[in-house]
């Protein structure tokens, strides 16, 4: 039985870094389900109503947005969602190392990239993320 490939939330506020950061995506980890939310509050939402156990997430989170930030975003996912099968890499233009510092304090964030994503950066993820992440 072909194991089930995760689905893929990209959560940013700027329209263009979603398009451009879901066409990487969809180049890169070809045949994954990718859903792109501009309200982090509407992702959290999405993601709560689930009930997911099992099903793998992998989400790029951007940091500032306005209504719920991404800090509020992660606070709130790992009070209400079984993080267990989740995994965040945050994609952000912030270079603050307060910030890289704090996203440590998330057991669920793998990874702190710089905007844009970039094809390099997806092609070593598949590899680190080896069966989580498998081949199509």
């Known amino acids: 039985m072909k194991a089930k490939l995760p689905v893929i939330y990209i959560i940013d506020d700027d329209q263009i870094i979603i398009l451009l950061h879901k066409a990487q995506v969809k180049t890169q ?16 939402e999405t993601l709560a109503s689930l009930n997911s156990t099992g099903q793998k997430n992998l989400i790029f ?6 209504r719920m930030n991404g800090w509020q975003f992660l606070d709130q996912l790992q009070e209400r969602v079984n993080c267990e099968d989740i995994k965040v890499i945050i994609v952000t233009s912030s ?16 990874d702190y990239w ?15 993320l080896g069966e989580w992440l498998p081949k199509n």
């Open 114 to 128: 710089e905007k844009p994503m970039g094809s390099a950066q997806l092609t070593e993820l598949r590899e680190r």
């Open 61 to 66: 989170l951007d940091i500032n947005m306005p």
């Open 29 to 44: 980890l070809q045949g994954m389900d990718v859903q792109a939310f501009h309200d982090a509050q509407e992702a959290l």
């Open 95 to 110: 270079l603050s190392k307060s910030d890289k510092d704090k996203s440590t304090q998330y057991p669920m964030v793998i």
